[in-house]
């Protein structure tokens, strides 16, 4: 697995990505970014772990929103919705690894 260095709202994580999909992480990494810079900039909201789970929310709703996306992506290894649990569990490390954990 390789390691990759992002920013999100202006912080620096490393997360692992498996060879092939460094695009697919950084259009993921744009799309959180982008989700949270626009619910800090609206200025309601200052705590950063608040702020990521409005964008958590937010792009799980939009997700669930759009069916045909849910149809193509990769389903995890029982054949159910995307390894939720493995992106639940590498944000949590990338939390605590900023001494953020929620």
Do not use: F, W
């Not at 619910?39 to 045909?68: F, S, T, W």
């Not at 996306?69 to 990769?74: C, D, E, H, V």
């Amino acid at each position: 697995m390789k390691q990759m260095e992002v920013t999100i709202m202006g912080q620096s994580y490393l997360l692992g990505c498996p060879e092939g999909g460094e695009a697919a992480l950084v259009k993921a990494v744009a799309q959180v970014d982008r989700e949270m810079c626009g619910i800090r900039d609206a200025g309601r909201i200052k705590a950063r772990e608040r702020i990521a789970v409005l964008a958590a929310l937010n792009l799980a709703y939009q997700l669930a929103e759009q069916p045909a996306a849910r149809a193509s992506a990769p389903a995890s290894q029982d054949g159910g919705l995307p390894d939720l649990d493995g992106l639940i569990k590498r944000l949590d490390e990338a939390l605590a690894h900023d001494g953020q954990l929620l």
